[in-house]
């Protein structure tokens, strides 16, 4: 049975999940070593270790949704080898990067082909920040489950202006995005994007991987579904069907995970099908019921732009979107 918890923001879902993990292992004689528990980062793993009292288990798999991909990945190197024609350096397992470290490889690099080439001759933004700007749009693109290649392309093709000058610029970084990655994988590195596309497109179309898969893992639980990545929904929906039971903790008003790509409609759209709903209509019992009620006043008044000043005009200024998050800070 594949169930999701349905609530707001401080019902009890995640005590729901903690407390079935417990009762899977001690009640069910369920060995730990099946369960797959995927939250949302370190912080939350660590209050999840706090709150959980096990009289024994086995190796506990409760990580997030990337570092479940770095053990996959490390556990089945030899097999995205044999299939990545790119990585010429054979280790037992891959190194990976930072997203510090992938910065500043990619800043040297850009520094490397402005002194060389007169690459973003047109930009004033120094590389750092031309650096930050490459490997958060890699990260997206991996995170949606779209390739790398030609990331620069789609960034110019989604501009209101387009101009040769523009066009040039994103060529470039196109060019800089396939240089930086085919070297880190010739000496067997990846960075967050390239862990992710190397999993997406080799092991979860791999027979030999999808059985491995089944034999180990039976239950699954997930926490803070909503901020989930469109390739994190994907691979649910695609293990789902194989699960003893799945038990996964929605919740409905949303997450802060947007700017790292998550995608509140993408989940809904595409893993709430394929589950029991149990909406929870409880009030938050994490604050008081005025709390409540001003929170959901205040969203209103910005969300609606009903909350005004002595001037009569909304308090809140929304921005158009723009596609790079330098851009976004700048405005």
């Known amino acids: ?146 390739s790398y290649e030609n990331i620069g392309d789609r960034l110019y093709n989604s501009l209101e202006v387009k101009t040769e000058e523009k066009k040039e610029i994103y060529k470039t970084a196109d060019k800089i995005i396939h240089d930086y990655r085919k070297r880190c994988l010739e000496c067997g590195v990846m960075d967050f994007a390239m862990a992710v596309d190397l999993f997406n497109n080799i092991l979860l179309n791999s027979e030999e991987y999808i059985n491995s898969l089944k034999k180990r893992i039976k239950y699954l639980i997930v926490d803070n579904l909503e901020e989930a990545v469109p390739s994190q929904i994907d691979f649910l929906s695609k293990i789902l069907p194989y699960m003893s039971e799945s038990l996964i903790a929605y919740n409905y008003e949303g997450g802060y995970g947007r700017i790292f790509g998550a995608n509140k409609e993408y989940v809904e759209q595409n893993l709430l099908k394929l589950c029991e709903i149990e909406k929870i209509e409880s009030l938050p019992y994490t604050c008081k019921k005025e709390m409540v009620e001003f929170s959901d006043m205040l969203f209103d008044g910005i969300e609606n732009g009903n909350i005004k000043n002595k001037y009569d005009c909304p308090l809140i200024k929304r921005m158009p979107e723009v596609p790079l998050r330098s851009q976004m800070l700048f405005n």
């Open 1 to 146: 049975m594949n169930k999701i918890l349905y609530g707001a923001t401080g019902t009890g879902k995640t005590e729901r999940l903690i407390q079935r993990y417990i009762d899977l292992i001690e009640k069910d004689n369920v060995s730990s070593n099946e369960i797959l528990v995927l939250v949302m980062n370190r912080n939350q793993s660590l209050k999840w270790r706090k709150r959980m009292e096990l009289l024994c288990s086995n190796k506990i798999k409760r990580t997030s949704f990337f570092g479940f991909i770095q053990e996959e990945i490390t556990m089945f190197y030899p097999l995205i080898q044999k299939e990545c024609k790119d990585i010429k350096t054979y280790n037992v397992k891959p190194s990976f990067l930072t997203f510090e470290v992938s910065q500043y490889l990619l800043t040297k690099l850009i520094e490397q082909r402005r002194v060389l080439n007169g690459a973003f001759y047109d930009l004033s933004s120094k590389d750092s920040k031309i650096a930050i700007d490459i490997s958060s749009n890699l990260v997206k693109a991996a995170s949606a489950a779209i």
